[in-house]
């Protein structure tokens, strides 16, 4: 099975709001990363956050990270319609060089 | 700057024929992967390379092998395709330095097998 979990499977919601997506994971990490893919194009890297921190800011993403529950959220601030995407969670194993996603968020915004 | 590229871009094959697809980075990565996408689905990792000369197994391996030919290329072989391998095909690459970066994709073999 798939280190990632993701929940909800997918969003929808309207220009302006908050979007928050949820990602689980099994094992042990070196990070965790959320990525964005639009309509099956190749995944793009949006933020990293390493297992020693707990909350990381970029733009109008917000991440956090609790490695003792094993979870992390992205959380998007007043969405745009640009913003329609998947969203995915991907695990960077501690001692290896495996990179494993998760199952993904598909986040529909309606102007 | 290129990137990651990957050839060819589509591919449809009938069950039995082999195929080989190919990735080639330019931004001088240690480490190389292969994914394959199902409709709806996230990635799932098929084999990846941390330095030229290693290969290794990931969630999805059977049916395929890889080759990295060298620093820039990692290759994968399709033997005898499988309706069950129609799927798109993403290569990606990253210097795993200081615990970890990003990743950084080609844009897909989307391949058929009938």
């Known amino acids: 099975s798939q280190q990632g979990e993701e929940d909800p499977q997918a969003l929808s919601i309207q220009e302006g709001e908050n979007a928050t997506m949820n990602c689980s994971y099994k094992t042990s990490i070196n990070n965790l990363q959320w990525y964005r893919q639009n309509s099956g194009r190749g995944l793009v890297h949006l933020i990293l956050i390493r297992s020693n921190e707990r909350e990381k800011h970029s733009g109008r993403l917000r991440v956090t990270l609790d490695t003792s529950k094993k979870s992390s959220s992205l959380l998007i601030t007043a969405s745009r319609a640009a913003d329609t995407a998947s969203y995915f969670c991907a695990t960077d194993f501690l001692n290896t060089d495996k990179l494993i996603f998760g199952t993904g968020t598909r986040l529909q915004v309606f102007p | 700057n290129a990137g990651v590229t990957q050839t060819p871009k589509f591919q449809v094959l009938k069950t039995g024929q082999s195929m080989t697809l190919q990735c080639a980075q330019d931004m001088n990565h240690n480490s190389m992967y292969w994914y394959r996408q199902d409709p709806g689905m996230g990635l799932r990792l098929i084999y990846y390379?941390?330095?030229?000369?290693?290969?290794d197994k990931g969630e999805v391996p059977n049916g395929y092998n890889v080759s990295r030919l060298n620093k820039r290329e990692f290759s994968l072989r399709l033997e005898s395709a499988a309706p069950s391998q129609t799927s798109v095909y993403f290569c990606?690459?990253?210097?795993?330095?200081?615990?970890?970066?990003?990743?950084?994709f080609g844009q897909g073999t989307r391949l058929t097998v009938v």
């Open positions: 990606a690459s990253r210097n795993r330095a200081g615990g970890g970066t990003e990743a950084f």
């Open positions: 390379s941390a330095s030229e000369g290693t290969t």
